[in-house]
């Protein structure tokens, strides 16, 4: 990847036999929510996903545990010709996670994530980890439908140690 701080890997594989699923779960949801596309989702792959995550996360970073307080909710993040919205607003997740997880379901071509100065491309079934610290946005490329999924672990070590900077 583009540095330490963010780790990129493909998880069709495990994930595809799901996707339609997950997806048909996503869709329902947004409907309930007034207030915005970024919304928990309950799925009953939930910790099938969070276990997925730790195992990619486990393998990319270095040594971690986790904190006795995490909540393991998943969030979708769902764009699609009902609300362009423009691209997303600059924001981190330092207040609740060590380590953040983005799962891309649907993707479109250039659709992107913008981290401080660069942008990574995300493809359907990538998976991005990075430290909760880090500032990003998502940059939607047309009004077809988007389906991100963020996880989020909360650890006993500092992200500077996770992710290898001392």
């Given at each position: 990847?583009?540095?330490?701080?963010?780790?990129?890997?493909?998880?069709?594989?495990?994930?595809?036999?799901?996707?339609?699923?997950?997806?048909?779960?996503?869709?329902?949801?947004?409907?309930?929510?007034?207030?915005?596309?970024?919304?928990?989702?309950?799925?009953?792959?939930?910790?099938?996903?969070?276990?997925?995550?730790?195992?990619?996360?486990?393998?990319?970073?270095?040594?971690?545990?986790?904190?006795?307080?995490?909540?393991?909710?998943?969030?979708?993040?769902?764009?699609?010709?009902?609300?362009?919205?423009?691209d997303?607003?600059?924001?981190?997740?330092?207040?609740?996670?060590?380590?953040?997880?983005?799962?891309y379901?649907?993707?479109?071509?250039?659709?992107?994530?913008?981290?401080?100065?660069?942008c990574?491309?995300?493809?359907?079934?990538?998976?991005?980890?990075?430290?909760?610290?880090?500032?990003?946005?998502?940059?939607?490329?047309?009004?077809?439908?988007?389906?991100?999924?963020?996880?989020?672990?909360?650890?006993?070590?500092?992200?500077?140690?996770?992710?290898?900077f001392?």
């Amino acid at each position: 990847m583009t540095s330490n701080l963010i780790h990129k890997v493909n998880l069709k594989d495990k994930v595809f036999k799901i996707s339609d699923e997950l997806i048909s779960e996503c869709v329902p949801c947004k409907k309930n929510y007034d207030f915005g596309y970024s919304f928990e989702i309950s799925t009953k792959y939930k910790y099938y996903l969070y276990k997925t995550f730790y195992e990619e996360c486990y393998k990319s970073l270095k040594k971690f545990t986790l904190s006795d307080n995490n909540n393991f909710i998943i969030w979708c993040y769902f764009t699609n010709e009902e609300y362009r919205g423009g691209d997303g607003v600059w924001h981190n997740h330092s207040t609740s996670a060590t380590i953040n997880g983005v799962l891309y379901l649907k993707t479109n071509e250039g659709d992107k994530i913008e981290f401080p100065n660069f942008c990574v491309e995300p493809k359907d079934y990538d998976l991005l980890i990075f430290p909760g610290y880090l500032d990003h946005r998502p940059i939607l490329s047309s009004t077809n439908t988007r389906i991100a999924l963020n996880m989020e672990l909360k650890c006993n070590e500092h992200e500077h140690k996770i992710f290898g900077f001392y």
